[in-house]
């Protein structure tokens, strides 16, 4: 299959994404099972560097087309790719949804906290007074905390990584795939044009280490990072929880993936 | 011949459903019934009706003329006043407090006391109405005592025989839901995704009920609604969708996706007055233009629209067919008048809908493909063959000039697309709801009716043919402005517009007067 020439700008984490992805679909062997949903801005690109199928969808809806696709073939492996953009501001309403239908599938969010397409405009998760000479419109309002909000809607496995340390989210991205559930992964993927928090990520990064099932703790992690230039980035596994998914809430679906079939066999 | 009963009461008192049961024994009995509902967005209180019509022969709308009013509340006496010479009025006056008391009944079941009392007077068997009771009031706690108030009132009241007879011939009753619901089911449906706005929300409750071998899913919006479609639809899965106007509107990216990413997408549109949230629990034909334009950019569409229940079926049939086969955008465009009234009928055999998926590397631009079978791409970008995003001009020209070709192979397709009734010189043409009181109206006024099912592709050329074979043209539509007028002026006649905008369907009479 012939695939995308890549148009990233030089030096994009979202390399790293891809590179990633590349790999942990290789060593998951998921690239006959699998249909992946993209965005659109930046990290919408990758659509056409994976060889995989999927829906290159509109702005914001790419959770409603992974769960599409979940109740159209439950055998596929669905993957997501948002945005901060695409997925905090357009689609917020079904990040919210999703997290408490709780549908087997991965929803990974490239979070350059920008607009960066579109050529620098605050998102949710900008931190406030976001302005400067590339920044003409400024972050009004509070910030966002996505980690945070998806705990609080029985989200079943959140977690958040950096783009730039290419092991641990291999590691986390693979964790997010076989959780039976919804799998929610930040990946703070710093912006080389409109918001280079590069610096300050990599120095105040670390990696987190509780029990899983704390929900208590895991809010705790959650504040520690506002999204803003101050204080440590805890990544890691925030939650995970075993709870029953959507699909095995629906004898038809459940039937379809005893079978091993989608509809389109039966 | 012709016999109207009027049932009026306040929202809840179960006016819709006294109707029905009236329907559906009338149809046992060998009577064609027309079933008109009426009712406002509250769901306790107002003064809702429906008027049940009588026939020997079939017909398919509502007189404003009434041979009874039963009127479960004083104020619809007040209301309805319209009735007939020797027309009679059943209002609690027939004795119902003294029944409710006597026999110690729940007040819930006065409504019922009326029926038999109805029934009786008519001169149908109690029998069949108390089996009409047990079969659709069947598990409700109230059954029993459902069944002591059909007697009381039927004893009550005295056998008039003031109804004309017919021959028994057993005959159902449908709604325009149940052709979709049916229609649906028949053609291998999977999934119905909707969120609930009247008048589409009948077809997700039926699919609810009925589900089994297909599921429903009510998300939370239209937005989700119509993307998630695309992606169980891209998935494999047989999709239809269902709204309203405003929810429509929300879909319109959807539509547009649909057009660039070439996955198979049907939608129910059952349309009621507009702009905005209007008088949502009444009719109108105003988003016929809404159905042939919505989303941007410039892609192929079919938009069918079937004026009683058994085109319902067909329109869902070919829908799923032509969507599959094109992967095209298909709409079946009905309204609250079609979707909520009922009508005797028989439920037609669909035809089986076969898919060839196939193996293909080239994606969407040359056949249906599947995630799963193959590396499977659809996207809302401009692409080339296999789906990869492209800026290339030639690309976009190549892509665009597919979606035309695919246009033209569709207007190819042998569908009946339009259908002809009657005798005459002069021309009448409709889609939708208006069918019924056009034909009705055609059993006194000589005249032929044209009734457009497929509004795209439109049958230009034999409506250019009937047009010109005719004396006066008229178009009737349930709007303000005449939006299939437009459609045929712009075929190159002029037309008179017969248009009704009160948010109420046509009665037959109108239509006569206007056409006379």
Redo the contacts between chains.
């Keep these: 299959m012939q695939l995308g020439k890549i148009t990233w700008c030089p030096g994009c984490p979202n390399f790293s994404i891809l590179n990633t992805v590349r790999k942990v679909v290789e060593e998951l062997k998921l690239k006959d099972k699998t249909a992946i949903a993209t965005g659109i801005g930046c990290h919408g690109k990758i659509f056409d560097y994976l060889d995989l199928s999927g829906v290159y969808c509109l702005h914001g809806r790419v959770l409603p087309v992974m769960l599409g696709m979940r109740l159209g073939n439950p055998n596929l492996k669905v993957i997501g790719f948002g945005g901060d953009g695409d997925t905090y501001a357009e689609g917020m309403d079904h990040f919210v949804h999703n997290c408490r239908y709780n549908a087997d599938m991965t929803m990974i969010v490239h979070n350059n906290q920008t607009f960066s397409l579109t050529a620098g405009q605050p998102t949710p998760v900008s931190e406030k007074v976001f302005k400067d000479k590339t920044m003409l419109i400024g972050s009004f309002g509070e910030t966002i905390n996505p980690i945070k909000l998806a705990l609080s809607l029985g989200c079943s496995f959140v977690a958040r990584v950096y783009a730039l340390d290419l092991e641990h989210m291999k590691e986390v991205i693979k964790e997010a795939i076989n959780h039976k559930g919804f799998s929610f992964v930040e990946v703070m993927q710093p912006c080389t044009v409109f918001h280079d928090t590069r610096e300050f990520i990599g120095k105040n990064v670390y990696k987190m280490n509780h029990d899983r099932k704390d929900i208590k703790k895991a809010m705790e992690k959650a504040d520690e990072y506002k999204y803003d230039l101050n204080g440590k980035i805890p990544v890691g596994v925030f939650y995970q929880e075993k709870k029953k998914t959507l699909e095995e809430q629906w004898p038809q679906l459940v039937d379809l993936m005893k079978k091993g079939k989608g509809w389109y066999e039966k | 011949m012709r016999f109207s009963v009027l049932f009026g009461g306040k929202a809840g008192q179960g006016v819709n459903e006294l109707a029905k049961l009236f329907s559906e024994i009338a149809g046992k009995n060998g009577y064609y019934v027309f079933n008109y509902r009426d009712y406002g967005s509250l769901i306790r209180g107002g003064n809702s009706f429906n008027i049940v019509s009588l026939s020997d022969k079939k017909i398919m709308s509502h007189e404003d003329k009434y041979d009874v009013v039963v009127a479960l509340d004083e104020e619809s006496v007040e209301i309805h006043k319209n009735l007939k010479k020797n027309g009679l009025v059943m209002d609690e006056k027939i004795g119902i407090n003294e029944i409710l008391e006597k026999n110690k009944l729940d007040k819930k079941v006065s409504n019922v006391i009326f029926l038999g009392f109805l029934m009786k007077t008519l001169g149908f068997n109690l029998e069949d109405l108390l089996n009409e009771l047990k079969k659709e009031f069947k598990g409700r706690k109230l059954l029993e005592q459902d069944l002591i108030a059909a007697k009381k009132g039927y004893e009550k009241a005295e056998d008039k025989r003031i109804l004309f007879k017919v021959k028994k011939i057993e005959r159902n009753v449908f709604d325009g839901s149940d052709g979709i619901v049916y229609g649906a089911i028949n053609s291998g449906l999977?999934?119905y995704?909707a969120y609930p706005m009247t008048p589409s929300t009948p077809v997700l409750h039926k699919l609810a009920e009925k589900?089994?071998?297909?599921?429903i899913?009510q998300?939370?919006?239209e937005?989700?609604?119509v993307?998630?479609?695309?992606?169980?639809?891209?998935?494999?899965?047989?999709?239809m969708v269902g709204t309203s106007g405003g929810g429509f509107d929300l879909m319109s990216?959807?539509l547009s996706?649909q057009g660039i990413?070439e996955?198979p997408l049907v939608v129910y549109l059952a349309s009621r007055p507009g702009p905005g949230t209007g008088v949502p629990t009444h009719t109108m034909q105003s988003d016929l233009k809404d159905a042939l334009n919505a989303g941007h950019g410039e892609f192929p569409r079919i938009v069918i629209a079937p004026g009683d229940p058994e085109e319902c079926v067909r329109a869902v049939n070919d829908a799923f067919y032509l969507s599959q086969k094109y992967r095209v955008l298909v709409i079946i465009l009905s309204d609250k008048h079609v979707a909520e009234s009922l009508f005797t009928a028989e439920l037609p055999k669909v035809n089986e809908i076969k898919?060839d998926?196939g193996k293909t590397?080239k994606n969407y631009s040359e056949k249906r493909c599947?995630?799963?079978l193959?590396?499977?791409?659809?996207?809302?970008?401009t692409?080339n063959e296999?789906?990869?995003?492209t800026e290339d001009g030639k690309i976009n020209v190549w892509m665009l000039d597919r979606l035309k070709k695919k246009k033209l192979e569709i207007e190819k397709e042998k569908l009946e697309k339009i259908k002809m009734y009657g005798k005459g010189e002069d021309l009448v043409i409709g889609f939708g709801s208006v069918k019924g009181a056009i034909l009705d109206a055609l059993d006194e006024v000589d005249c032929r009716f044209l009734q457009v099912l497929y509004l795209e592709p439109l049958d230009k050329k034999k409506i250019q043919e009937e047009i010109k074979k005719s004396k006066k043209i008229y178009v009737v539509e349930n709007n303000s402005t005449g939006q299939l007028a437009d459609i045929i002026e712009g075929l190159g006649f002029k037309v008179e517009r017969i248009l009704k905008y009160d948010a109420r369907p046509f009665t037959k009479e109108e239509v006569k007067n206007a056409i006379r």
Excluded at chain 2, 211 to 215: G, N, T, Y
Excluded at chain 2, 227 to 239: E, H, K, T, Y
Excluded at chain 2, 386 to 389: D, H, P
């Design positions: 999977d999934l995704i589900q089994e071998k297909h599921m899913f998300p939370e919006s937005l989700a609604v993307n998630m479609a695309l992606g169980a639809s891209f998935a494999g899965a047989r999709v990216e959807g996706m990413s996955i898919i998926y590397d599947l995630p799963g193959n590396i499977c791409k659809a996207s809302g970008y692409h296999y789906g990869i995003t």
